[in-house]
C-alpha cells in the first residue's frame, strides 16, 4: 500500500509539516510505504482558465498528479486559513480537478490538521472536505486535530505529549484497515 | 460613495467580468462612484508565511489593500470552482489578512457570481462568505446569481433576458441604501 | 446487501418521497433489498437533552436506530431548507447520534435531493453530510439531484425524462458496486 | 433599542442559557432593553408541509415570529450539535422562513455559542448563519465562542475568569453601536 503524504502549508517550519514527518515515519510499520512532497516544491502557477487553455495543464501539477493516480491514498495535513482552506491548497485542487480523469477520484483521503491555537484546525478542514469530495474523492470521516502545535513536537520528531502519539497511531491503523 | 469592484477570475474573457463591467455601468445612476480591478493585473504570489516573513506583504497587495480600505465597499463577482471559492481568490483574501487593519474588516462586501452551469455559483459564494466574515467583513445577505451565463451576455454590455436587467438594478440599489 | 431507505420529508406528496420510491423499485434489480421508513412515522420528539436524561432515547428512535445498524447502507433523499439541511432531519441525526454505538458509524450513505427548483438540493446535501461524517458515516462523494422536480415524474413512479432514468441507474450502480 | 434574546437549547441547566443570562444582565447598560425567550416554552410541532398546508403556521410560531418582528436584534446562543446547528434550532428557523415577511429579514443577528469543549461551538454557529443568511438577515460578522462551559459561571450570574466577562462586555458593545 502506497500512500502519498502532503501538507498544505510552504513554510520551512509548518508545524503540519512536522506532524507529517510523524505521521511517515509511523505508518512503515503498518506495512504501508510513504511518499512526502514538499508543497513548495510543487512548481504551480496561480490557476488562470487563459494560462491553461494555452499552455495546458503546467507540468508541475501534472508529476505531482501522476504521483498521486499512483498512490493508494493521499494524506493531508492542512492549517486552516480564516476559518477555510489556505488558497494555495485550493489552487493546487483546481489544477488537478482539470487533469482528465481527477487524480484523486475514487481514492481514499485522510485530513489531519496541526493548529498553534486552541481550537486545532477542523474548521479548515470541513471547508476542504467539500472540494475534494465534489471531485469524487472518498474523504475518511474522521479527522485529526492537533491544537496548541507550537509546544506539541519535541526536536527529534515526536510528540511531547504521549497520548497524542497514541492518538495519532489508532487513527492511521483504523484508516489503513478501512 | 464608492465600490472596489473585482471579478475572481483572471480569464480576459470570463463571464464574472461581463457581470462587473455591468455592474459598473449601471451603479453611477446610484450615486455610487466605482473603481474595477482586474484581478491578473495584482501582483500576488501563492502565500507562503516564509516569504511573508523575509519580505512582508508583497507590495501589489499592498496597493490593492490601500484601494480597498480606501472603498465603502467591497463587491466581488466570483465563480464556482468544485463546489467553492477560487483558491486563487482564497489566496488573495489570505494574504489581505496579513494586512493589519485588514482592509474589509467592518466593510460592507456585495457578492455575486455568474456561471455556465443552470446552477449558478450559490455553494462557491457560500463558501466565500465564510472567510470574508471571519475576517470581520459585513457580507450582504442577499447575492445575485447568473446561470447559463454564456448565453447571458450582449456583445455591447447588457443582458440578452431584460428580466437580468431588472434583477441587477434592484439588487444593487437594495445595496445601495442598506 | 440491504438498505434503509428514508426521505427527508413528512409531506405525503413529498417529490423526494416519489423518488425514493423509484429507487425502491430499480434496486432489487442490483441484488439489494430495501427497506423504506416514511418519516413522519417515527415518533420523534425535538431533542431536548432534559427528557433524555429523564427518559432515554425515544423508543421511535431506538427502532428506527435498529434498522439502520442491521443494514449495510442509508439511502436518504432530502430536501433543502434555506441553503441548508431540514431541522427535522438534524433532529433525527441528533437523537441518533445519542445512540451508543452510533448506528450509521461506518456504514455507507448515499445523497439525493429533488427540488422544484432550478437549483436542486445541492446546496441542502452539502450541510447535511457534516453531521452524518462528524458521526463517523462514509458519505458517498457523488451526489444525486434533481431539479424542477414537480414536472419530473409520471403518475406510476418514474421519470418523463428518461435521461433521469438512465442517470439514476448509473448512480445506483455505481454505489451498490463500491 | 430592544434585543430578543434566544438560548437555542431546551435543557433548563442549559449553559448557553447561562450565558444568555449574563448578557440580559449586562446589555441594560448599553441602552438596550432585552427580552428573553426560553426555547422549551415556544410551542413548535416538527416542520411538515402537509400540517402547514391544513393548519398554516402554529400560534405557538406566530407569536414569537411577532417578538422578533418587533425587536431590532436577534440574539443568539446556540449549542453545536453534530458539528452543525441544532436541528431543533433549525426547526424553529424553517417555521420561520413560512412567515410572510420573514420576521428576522433584514434583521441584524447576534450569534453566541458556550461549549463544554475546548473547541467552543464555531463550526455549529458557522452552519447556523447560512439558514440566517439565505433569509436575508444580517448576522454579524464577529462571534462569541465560550469554551470549557462547565466549569465557567459562577453561582450567581457571573463568570468565573473575569476575562470573560470583558471579551463579552466589549463583543456586547461593538455590536450595539454597529
Redesign the interface.
Known amino acids: 500500500m502506497k500512500w502519498l503524504l502532503l501538507a498544505g ?4 517550519e ?1 508545524v503540519n509539516k512536522k506532524l507529517m514527518k510523524i505521521v511517515e515515519n509511523r505508518v512503515g510499520a503498518l506495512g504501508v510505504q510513504a511518499e512526502s512532497v514538499a508543497f ?1 516544491s510543487i512548481e ?1 502557477p ?6 491553461e487553455e494555452a499552455k495546458g495543464v503546467p507540468e508541475g501539477i501534472q508529476t505531482f498528479a501522476k504521483k498521486l493516480a499512483a498512490a493508494d491514498a493521499w494524506v493531508i495535513s492542512s492549517p486552516e ?14 489544477w488537478l ?1 482539470r487533469v482528465k480523469p481527477v487524480p484523486f477520484k475514487g481514492k481514499k483521503i485522510l485530513l489531519l490538521s496541526a493548529s498553534p491555537s ?3 484546525g ?2 479548515g478542514l ?2 476542504l ?3 475534494l ?7 475518511y ?2 479527522m485529526f486535530s492537533l ?1 496548541s502545535a507550537y509546544e506539541a513536537f519535541t526536536e527529534n520528531n515526536s510528540f511531547v505529549d504521549p497520548k497524542n502519539e497514541k492518538r495519532l497511531e489508532a487513527f492511521l491503523k483504523e484508516f489503513s484497515s478501512c
Open positions: 502549508s510552504m513554510r520551512k509548518s513548495e504551480m496561480l490557476y488562470n482558465g487563459d494560462l486559513y480564516n476559518f477555510s482552506v489556505p488558497g494555495t491548497l485550493k489552487n493546487l485542487i483546481d480537478s486552541l481550537v486545532g477542523n474548521r470541513l471547508a472536505r467539500v472540494p469530495e465534489a471531485c469524487g474523492g472518498f474523504v470521516p474522521t491544537s
